[in-house]
């Protein structure tokens, strides 16, 4: 799910358990209308999802998900 700072629901997606949160994310960017940030948990720290968002003008913040990793 994405929300707005106000906690407006901007899009929203249920699927099953098999599949990863970062690419359940990706079709959800599609729905954002203006620049900004997306925050999420460690799960969502995948390239792919970095450069879908940014292709949306979006950041993606994200704890990585192995710290100290190269």
Known sequence: MIT???GY????????MGTAEPEA?????DHLD?????????VYDANPL???AAG????LI???MRPGAG
């Open 56 to 59: 949306r003008q979006a950041q």
């Open 4 to 6: 707005d700072l106000c």
């Open 34 to 42: 203006r620049p900004g940030d997306l925050i999420g948990d460690s």
């Open 9 to 16: 629901v901007v899009a929203w997606d249920v699927r099953g």
């Open 62 to 64: 994200a704890p990585r």
């Open 50 to 52: 970095h450069q879908h």
């Open 25 to 29: 994310a990706k079709p959800l960017t």
